[in-house]
Every structure is written in structure tokens, then in C-alpha cells.
């Protein structure tokens, strides 16, 4: 079964950083084509590739083990702003596949 874990999210101070994971697994397409998206309460969901402006950089790995696919957001200088649940997403044989959700909170 297709399947997106996010982990890494959690409360930081402004001017901080995080690293987010995602694990894929189960048939998820190219490792490349994961994408990470945010919602911010009371907003609509949005690509974060949109919003990085030099502060967000991805990188990717495959575990050597059981050849999961690892997808990370790497986030630096956050502000109050980037306070918000990210979601990994990929696409598998059934479709779209979303993770359950990281949140992220960035104090001021």
C-alpha cells in the first residue's frame, strides 16, 4: 500500500530551523516528483515550493535496506508566518497520496 509518513515538525522560535521527513513507501512514483505542500489554519493548502524564497531546500535519499524513499524539507529562518501543517505528496498506481501531516509552529 502507498503510504507518506512526515515527522520532524514541532515548536521553534523564530529565526530557527527544522528538518521535516518524509517517508514514501509502498509504490510511490519517483522520488523527485514528491512534493511538499503547507496549510496554514484557516487557509488553503499551498505548495511550499511557492513560498521558499531561498529559506526551504529539499533533499532527497533511498534507504539502502528496504529501499524507502526519503524526502526532506530542510527550513531555515522560519518566521511566525511559516507556522503550519506540511504535507508530503506523491503519486502512486492507485493516485494521489497525501501524508497525515507534520505541524509546525514558529513562535515570535
Known amino acids: 500500500q502507498a503510504r507518506l509518513v512526515e515527522s520532524g515538525g514541532g515548536l521553534v522560535q523564530a529565526g530557527g530551523s527544522l528538518r521535516l521527513s518524509c517517508a514514501a513507501s509502498?509504490?510511490?512514483?519517483?522520488?523527485?516528483?514528491i512534493t511538499w505542500y503547507r496549510q496554514a489554519s484557516g487557509k488553503q493548502r499551498e505548495l511550499v515550493a511557492a513560498?521558499?524564497?531561498?529559506?526551504f531546500t529539499i533533499s532527497t535519499d533511498i534507504s539502502r535496506d528496504n529501499g524507502t524513499k526519503m524526502v526532506y524539507l530542510i527550513m531555515e529562518s522560519l518566521k511566525p508566518e511559516d507556522t503550519a501543517v506540511y504535507y508530503c505528496?506523491?503519486?502512486?498506481?492507485?493516485?494521489?497520496?497525501w501524508g497525515q501531516g507534520t505541524l509546525v509552529t514558529v513562535s515570535s
Open positions: 513560498a521558499m524564497k531561498g529559506r
Open positions: 505528496r506523491g503519486v502512486a498506481p492507485t493516485g494521489v497520496v
Open positions: 509502498g509504490g510511490i512514483y519517483g522520488i523527485n516528483a
